[in-house]
RNA sequence: GGAGAGGUGGGUGAGUGGCUGAAACCAACGGUUUGCUAAACCGUCAUACUGGGAAACUGGUAUCGAGGGUUCGAAUCCCUCCCUCUCCGCCA
């Protein structure tokens, strides 16, 4: 949620931040909103004012036992009328909130203003010397996933789809097993070595929840929703951990806290039929580590960078090419105000997958869902924290580009060597 | 699913119609004292919205789980809902 006061001083600009979304949204009509309510804020304010002053009145009468008739009867209309105006007014909030959800947040100045993935700026990339190899052999038959999941036997997109439907991946031996490793590396890694602090959360949530990161009300028909409990399935273990403090102020010296999660991630895909979406590459249900971070708003750009070195870390360790993309603003999600893409590479499908977002939210979420903190010094005004995440990283992507860059000409898969103390085997096929 | 108890400020916890935005205590912060630490003492100590002011600051309104009702006036009385806890049943 964008602050209303900044809306009200430079409309113009949040105009053309909005068009450079790609998104649409009416700050004259925010505007208008809240111009009315203020107006409605400053009559009901005075007439409770009267009212309060009158029945202490009333109150000091009764007690000398003089008659307060008239001034009774005078309050009675007054109150009338409160009631009316204070009606006029939550409608007016109402109004009001509800459009000041649907504005996106607006970009960072070091974002690249563009209107489509072809505007998103290349920052870095990173390939370890054997992948080119493969990609350069013309004797290699490089094998999609979906093929050496089947003669491996340890992916059933089929039997997934009996089970659940399509898109629910079924993972079988060795194939579960790695899944499994690869959850638990970057767990530890993130654990150990970058400093954060494990967070096993809910994987349902409730409508607060989803409004406070973002996802609603835009983001409805995205979602599987329990309509019995009025619970949403996660998107994103992103959704629980930010809502972990809601409405809550944190000490000064709380911040930065980092933390990192583990979850299943269910996400209906409404829409996206006729796109990529064979085996792994659009899925129903799948897991991820997602790293979350709250922070002082004077580091949080700095805190994007060291998150997104924590994102390349895990590849590297992996030796999965990969390669890093600035956004720009027309790609940028809804509540993002900066986001850097990591996206690994497929030899099958000769192409780069996103398996990792890493954004500042600003205080776009902070806002949306309450989270402040107090700032060090005496007499410091609660201040809203700014919310980062990143996928550390999504394992679906990252299974295929695994799979792909690790296969031999024999067809067989080796494991990386980081994640072997935790499959317990070297090899599968 | 059945029965009961309860939701008050950062925490504990008083408060059954007007002088309670809310006692007291703890924590926190500032200060005094102290060789240092501790202790003691004094003071400050909610949030949001809204108006005035360049600002320091200041006026007003609201908030005692949420919403509604009664009343001139509600933390306090009534209704609905939500949540938490305890016991029983069921179950991983």
Redo the contacts with the bound molecule.
């Keep these: 949620m964008l602050d ?1 006061k900044r809306i009200r001083e430079t409309p113009d600009e949040v105009r053309q931040a909005i068009e450079n979304k790609n998104e649409k949204g009416n700050p004259d009509e925010v505007i208008a909103l ?1 111009l009315r ?2 107006e409605i ?2 009559e ?3 007439l ?2 009267l ?6 009145e ?2 000091h009468l ?2 000398d036992r003089q008659d307060a008739e008239e001034k ?1 009867t005078e ?2 209309s007054v ?1 009338e009328t409160i ?1 009316q105006l204070d009606e006029e007014l ?1 409608t007016a909030d109402e109004r009001l909130r509800e459009q000041l959800l649907r504005l996106p947040n607006l970009c960072d100045a070091s974002v690249p203003v563009g209107r489509t993935a072809d505007d998103n700026a290349e920052v870095r990339s990173w390939i370890p010397p054997h992948t080119m190899r493969l990609n350069e052999d013309p004797e290699h038959t490089v094998l999609d996933h979906l093929e050496l999941g089947r003669k491996l036997d340890i992916l059933d997109f089929d039997r997934g789809a009996k089970i659940s439907g399509s898109g629910f991946p079924l993972y079988i031996g060795e194939g579960a097993t790695l899944e499994r490793a690869l959850i638990n590396f970057m767990l530890d890694t993130h654990l150990r070595d970058h400093g954060y602090r494990e967070i096993f959360p809910p994987f349902v949530v409730n409508t607060d929840s989803m409004v406070g990161t973002g996802q609603l009300p835009k983001m409805a028909e995205d979602m599987y929703r329990c309509a019995e409990d009025d619970l949403y399935l996660i998107p994103t273990a992103e959704v629980p951990i930010t809502n972990m403090y809601r409405d809550e ?1 944190l000490e000064a010296d709380r911040l930065p806290s980092s933390f990192c999660g583990y979850s299943a991630c269910f996400r209906r895909e409404a829409g996206s039929y006729g796109k990529q979406t064979k085996g792994f590459l659009r899925v129903h249900q799948f897991n991820k580590v997602e790293l979350v971070k709250f922070v002082h708003p004077e580091h949080s750009y700095d805190e994007l960078e060291s998150l997104v070195a924590n994102v390349e870390r895990i590849l590297q360790l992996l030796e999965i090419p990969y390669r890093i993309l600035l956004l720009c603003t027309g790609d940028t999600s809804f509540s993002s105000a900066k986001t850097y893409d990591i996206e690994v590479w497929s030899p099958a499908e000769e192409t780069w997958l996103e398996a990792s977002s890493c954004s500042n939210f600003e205080d776009f979420q902070a806002r949306r869902a309450g989270i ?1 903190f ?1 700032p060090e010094g ?2 410091s ?2 201040q809203f924290v700014h919310t980062l995440n990143g996928s550390g990283l999504a394992t679906s992507r990252l299974m295929v580009a695994l799979l792909e860059n690790c296969q031999t000409p024999e067809g067989k898969i080796i494991i990386p060597k980081v994640l072997q103390p935790y499959t317990g085997f070297t090899t599968i096929g």
């Design positions: 209303i809240d309510r203020r804020i400053s009901v304010e005075r409770k004012n009212r309060n002053v009158v029945s202490q009333i109150a009764k007690k009774i309050m009675k109150g009631k939550r102020i402040r107090r005496k007499g005004k609660p």
